[in-house]
């Protein structure tokens, strides 16, 4: 299985906070890896030198065969990254956003493409309405389908579903499972336990700038004393109960 | 997928088709950036105007070029407000992250200043053309006329870039336009530098908008303009270097 992220002994400080404090992690092709970590464990710095955008202090990290920091242009031709507030164009609509973004990455036939993924998204409704007018999971959603253009190889989500609704949570769920099994490898982040739980074939916690546990779920979960039977009445979720009310779909 | 290229011009027509579609698609925008300069010249004009002692000579005539220069002041506003967005949303970010020439994102935005502000300035004169202005300027004069305007919008541009790329919250980012707006109101623009106090008058001369409102108002009405041409250039080039060379660092650091 081929590695299409590697990281050794990365190391990043800001002034005197030591915030990755020798990071190792790989990332097998075409998996959804999670990385869970508290706020301020380092999750955002850490997805930041993976997209180039921030150097690191030692150690080394490779995306989809290149070095970020030797050769960041055949990395940034490789990899998307969705950022943790939603990076899409209020003023342009849904499709104008697309297309924007296909013409930047030098693709023929943008308005294509757009139309192609504004059909895969659900957008094609609120296609020719400012993205400004959209709600947080349609917005997500955009910003995702923005991710897509040009069909990258690894795609970075810093934390794809904080501040939704249950509702558009499960829109984004359903949207980066899709992705998975299209052969695209994605590197998430996220706060929520259960969403690396329903998501991710590997996690990794980050823990106070280090790897603490990395593994398969199942593999986390023979961490643990082994699971006793006990009989407790299953009582439904808030969550579970909002969604029948409001006639979510799961 | 291996060739590793950018293509930085037509990313940056990208962009400024990008932005425009901004700027036409906000009524506020184009309402302050023509209508105000516009009111307000009507109103100096009609109101103020027969009172104004300026020599011979329309003083739609005379306050035109100050009227200009206002108009631009009050546009590069937006130029700062639409950069701090897309810092601030994380769209520089997603550009970055991407296969982008890194420039085509502040470059777009620098066009699409200079495109509106050409668009408000001849709206502008077509207005002040209704309210008898005349030009006795030809052609060499008017080429000149957009050449100075032209470098006067580059420099506030850039000066609305660095307030824009570096400033923390949204007012900070347009306040930097305000003073700018306010200096045509102590120079040559709405009336000779000569009837007002020393100190005032002092300011007033040696202030770049003086030097730059003499120089046009002189190519328009065909006058021989003389030194001050040199010296309002030496102040937008000037200007314009140095607050380059700021925006561009802050937007290295700050994108």
């Known amino acids: ?250 | 997928m291996n060739v590793t290229r950018t293509h930085p011009f037509s990313d940056m027509f990208v962009m400024l088709g990008r932005s425009m579609r901004h700027i036409f698609r906000s009524m506020d925008t184009i309402i302050t950036v023509a209508v105000m300069p516009i009111a307000m010249m009507l109103l100096f004009v009609y109101v103020f105007g027969g009172a104004m002692q300026v020599g011979n000579g329309r003083y739609v005539d005379y306050l035109l070029p100050g009227i200009l220069l206002i108009a631009i002041a009050n546009g590069v506003g937006y130029t700062a407000y639409r950069l701090f967005l897309d810092k601030q949303r994380g769209i520089f970010e997603r550009f970055r992250s991407m296969p982008v020439a890194r420039s085509a994102g502040l470059w777009g935005h620098v066009l699409s200043s200079l495109v509106s502000n050409a668009i408000t300035v001849v709206v502008i004169v077509l207005v002040a053309l209704l309210m008898g202005f005349r030009s006795s300027a030809g052609a060499l004069g008017w080429l000149a006329v957009a050449g100075i305007l032209i470098l006067f919008t580059l420099a506030l541009t850039w000066l609305a870039a660095i307030a824009g790329l570096s400033a923390k919250s949204m007012d900070g980012a347009i306040a930097f336009s305000y003073p700018l707006v306010f200096l045509p109101f102590i120079s040559s623009a709405f009336v000779p530098t000569e009837t007002m106090p020393s100190v005032v008058r002092a300011f007033a001369q040696y202030q770049p908008v003086t030097s730059i409102v003499n120089s046009v108002r002189a190519l328009l009405s065909g006058n021989p303009v003389g030194s001050e041409l040199w010296i309002a250039l030496a102040w937008c080039l000037g200007i314009m270097i140095v607050a380059y060379l700021f925006a561009v660092r802050a937007y290295q650091k700050n994108t």
């Open chain 1, 1 to 250: 299985m081929k590695q299409m992220i590697q990281i050794q002994g990365l190391q990043k400080s800001f002034k005197n906070l030591n915030v990755l404090k020798g990071v190792d992690l790989a990332v097998e092709k075409g998996s959804i890896f999670a990385l869970l970590g508290s706020n301020g464990a380092g999750k955002t710095t850490l997805i930041r030198i993976l997209a180039t955008l921030l150097p690191s202090d030692s150690g080394s990290a490779s995306v989809a065969g290149s070095d970020v920091s030797v050769d960041p242009d055949r990395v940034r031709r490789a990899i998307s990254l969705t950022g943790q507030f939603t990076a899409v164009d209020d003023v342009l609509t849904g499709r104008e956003n697309l297309v924007l973004i296909a013409k930047l990455r030098h693709l023929p036939q943008p308005q294509r493409i757009a139309d192609e993924l504004l059909e895969r998204f659900n957008l094609t409704e609120a296609a020719n309405r400012r993205a400004g007018t959209y709600s947080g999971g349609m917005r997500r959603r955009l910003d995702i389908a923005m991710s897509l253009i040009g069909n990258p190889e690894v795609i970075f989500l810093d934390e794809p579903t904080t501040g939704l609704d249950p509702e558009g949570r499960i829109e984004v769920w359903n949207t980066i499972k899709a992705l998975a099994n299209s052969g695209t490898t994605v590197f998430l982040t996220t706060q929520h336990l259960e969403e690396a739980e329903q998501l991710a074939d590997h996690i990794a916690i980050l823990h106070e700038g280090k790897i603490i546990a990395n593994g398969t779920l199942d593999a986390l979960k023979r961490l643990f004393p082994p699971a006793k039977d006990e009989y407790v009445l299953k009582q439904p979720t808030l969550e579970e109960i909002f969604l029948s009310i409001v006639g979510g779909k799961e």
